[in-house]
Every structure is written in C-alpha cells, then in structure tokens.
C-alpha cells in the first residue's frame, strides 16, 4: 500500500517542485499540497496522511506550532520538516512538537524520497549538531550500557554515521555493504539500546559516549 502524503509549503514554486518529486515515487501518494498552516490545519486530518512535509517558514502560524497541532489529532502521523538554515533552535523545537526528522531545502531535490522512507522506517534525518542540542535537554545521567546492550564495533561504525546526519542508504555506500545488511544493524541497535527510532538511538548512543 502507498503511504499517503501531504505538503505544507507557503513557496509555490517548492511547493509545486515538492509534489511532481513525490509523483515520481511509486510508493508514495500525494493527498493535497497547501500553502499555509492554517489551511494544512482545516484540511490534513481529514485526508489522514502517513507523512507530512512541513516547511518551518510558514506565513502567520510557523510549521512548528502546525506539527504540535497536527500531532494532537494524528498522533502516529510522521512529519519531515523542511528548512532553508540549519537554524539548531528552530530543529530542536521542531523535534520536541513531533517532528520525525528535517531536511534543509538545498537538498530536497536529492534527498526527499529517501528522507522519507527513512522516516517510515523510524529514521530520523538529523545532522550531529541538532542531536548534541536533543541531549542537553535530557538531564539525567544515563547509566553505564551492560556487555549484553554495548554496540559492537560495526554497530559503532553505523552510530557514528547516523549521528553525522547520514541516512541509511548513505551508511551503506560509506561502509561498503548493503542497505539491508545496515536496516538489520540498525534493528540490533534498537534492540540493545532499547529505543524505537534513529532519534532515540542517537540520543542514547550520545548519552553514555561512546
């Protein structure tokens, strides 16, 4: 079944280019493409998308206040943001009100269909600097990883990619080995950290340094 998809885009032209993107992928369905938060708002829970695609930068009501809204009445919706700056406050608020993940608009064109299923599968597209923010709002010490939860060194490897913001198929192409070999690595490491997506995982992994 193709995951259903919305746009959120006040940029006609990004917002056109956004949808002849996710046209393209066999997988996906486009529902509706709207241009300000308002109107995402009055129209998205009724469509009941998988995935939404957010722009931050939204005339009047900002996509961050959207996502927080939208979450309220579609709590396993998944929400990838889009954003013209790595602004690190703007990311971490944006993850706190329930984004999945962010993309930076330069790289839409590339990336978006992959961010995307990366973000179906638990992925959370996010560069290193925006998950040391998501740590310092965890203030308790986490404690000391036992033999059974510590990463192995291949496990390792993957973190350290996943931390640098890198998505599961550039992991691959940067260790040499196939994607679905690193989809079941990343499934051990949920595992042993006990998390249930990328974000948590990073997060942990960032926690207890290792």
Do not use: W
């Not at 529902?31 to 708002?41: D, R, Y």
């Not at 900002?62 to 939208?70: D, F, M, P, Q, Y």
């Not at 790595?86 to 790289?107: H, M, P, T």
């Not at 010490?141 to 890198?166: F, Y």
């Amino acid at each position: 079944m193709r995951a259903g998809v919305a746009i959120v885009e006040d940029d006609r032209a990004v917002r056109e280019n956004l949808a002849t993107l996710i046209r393209t992928d066999e997988r996906l369905r486009l529902l509706g493409a709207f241009a300000s938060a308002e109107e995402a708002l009055r129209e998205i829970p009724g469509l009941a998308p998988d995935l939404v695609v957010m722009d931050i930068n939204l005339p009047r009501m900002n996509g961050i206040e959207c996502v927080a809204r939208l979450k309220l009445q579609l709590p396993r919706l998944l929400v990838l943001m889009l954003t013209v700056y790595e602004d690190d406050d703007s990311i971490f608020r944006a993850l706190k009100a329930g984004a999945n993940g962010y993309l930076v608009k330069r790289d839409a064109a590339e990336k978006l269909l992959e961010a995307l299923q990366e973000v179906q599968h638990g992925g959370a597209p996010m560069s290193a600097h925006i998950a040391r923010q998501v740590v310092q709002f965890f203030h308790r010490s986490e404690a000391p990883a036992t033999e059974a939860e510590r990463p192995s060194p291949r496990e390792r490897e993957i973190l350290d990619l996943l931390v640098q913001g890198l998505v599961l198929k550039e992991v691959a192409d940067q260790l040499g080995i196939g994607l679905e070999t690193v989809r079941t690595h990343v499934n051990h490491i949920y595992q042993k950290l006990h998390v249930r997506s990328r974000t948590e995982a990073v997060v942990k992994y960032l926690r207890q340094g290792q």
